[in-house]
C-alpha cells in the first residue's frame, strides 16, 4: 500500500537556525498538509497546499514557516529561525482529488528538537 | 467557530469487553467525520468515516461508530476489546463545503485494554 514517506525521523537543531523537514505524499494525492504534535497530544493544524499554493494555514503557521513543493514529489516544511517552542512532532499528510470526504494518509513524523 | 470535543482523556477496559471512545462536535453546516489511530511513534491511522447515510459506520479492525445528529456525537465502539486495541485515538471533523480543506481534530483518548 502506498505511503507518505517523511525524512529525517529525527532532527536536532539549535535555536536560530533553520530546518527543512522533507515529505513524499502518496504519488496520485493532490492535497498536502502539515499538522504538527506537542508530547503527544492534541494534533495542530499548520497548513494545507494544492494546485502549488497554500489554500489555508492556522495562526500557528507565522512567517518563519513555509511550504514547497519543489519538483512534483516532495513537500517541504522549513522553519526559518527555530524557537525552542517549536520543539514538536511534524507530520505530513496527504489525500486524494475531490478531498472533502477523503481521510488524510499520515507518514510517521519528523521529531524536531530545539536546544 | 467548529471544534471538536473528546472529553476522555483516557479510557481503561478489560479485554473482551465492549469499549467506547466519546467524541462530539460543532460545526455549522453538515460535518465530514473521522476516527484516527495512532500508535507510539507512529502517524494518525485512518479507522472510519462517516459522510452520509447510515448512522452506524464500519471501519477497521473491528471498530464502529455511531452518528447522533441530534447530541452531535460520534461515538467510537467495539464490541469486544483487545490488548492490541491500546493506543491514542482522535476524532476529527472536515467541513464540507465551507471550501477549507483542513481537518480539526480533537485532543485524543488514550485507550487502554487491560488483559
Known amino acids: 500500500e502506498p505511503e507518505v514517506t517523511q525524512t529525517p525521523s529525527h532532527q536536532v537543531t539549535q535555536m536560530g537556525q533553520e530546518v527543512i523537514l522533507h515529505c513524499v505524499p502518496i504519488s496520485n494525492h493532490l492535497y498536502f498538509y502539515w499538522y504538527r504534535q506537542i508530547l503527544g497530544q492534541k494534533v495542530e493544524f499548520l497548513v494545507s497546499f494544492y494546485n502549488n499554493e497554500i489554500s489555508e494555514k492556522s495562526e500557528i503557521f507565522d512567517d518563519q514557516f513555509s511550504v514547497e513543493r519543489p519538483d512534483g514529489s516532495n513537500f517541504t516544511l522549513k522553519i526559518r529561525s527555530t524557537k525552542l517552542e517549536d520543539s514538536a512532532m511534524y507530520f505530513c499528510?496527504?489525500?486524494?482529488?475531490?478531498?472533502?470526504?477523503?481521510?488524510?494518509?499520515f507518514g510517521n513524523g519528523t521529531r524536531l528538537t530545539v536546544t | 467557530a467548529q471544534s471538536v470535543a473528546q472529553p476522555e482523556d483516557q479510557v481503561n477496559v478489560a479485554e473482551g469487553n465492549p469499549l467506547t471512545v466519546k467524541c462530539t462536535y460543532s460545526?455549522?453546516?453538515?460535518?465530514?467525520l473521522f476516527w484516527y489511530v495512532q500508535y507510539p511513534n507512529r502517524g494518525l491511522q485512518f479507522l472510519l468515516k462517516?459522510?452520509?447515510?447510515?448512522?452506524l459506520v464500519k471501519g477497521s479492525y473491528g471498530f464502529e461508530a455511531e452518528f447522533n445528529k441530534s447530541q452531535t456525537s460520534f461515538h467510537l465502539k467495539k464490541p469486544s476489546a483487545l490488548v492490541s486495541d491500546s493506543a491514542l485515538y482522535f476524532c476529527a471533523v472536515r467541513m464540507h463545503g465551507s471550501g477549507t480543506y483542513k481537518y480539526i481534530f480533537g485532543t485524543g483518548t488514550r485507550l487502554k485494554v487491560l488483559a
Open positions: 499528510a496527504s489525500s486524494e482529488a475531490g478531498g472533502y470526504n477523503s481521510p488524510l494518509h
Open positions: 460545526v455549522s453546516g453538515n460535518p465530514y
Open positions: 462517516y459522510i452520509t447515510g447510515d448512522n
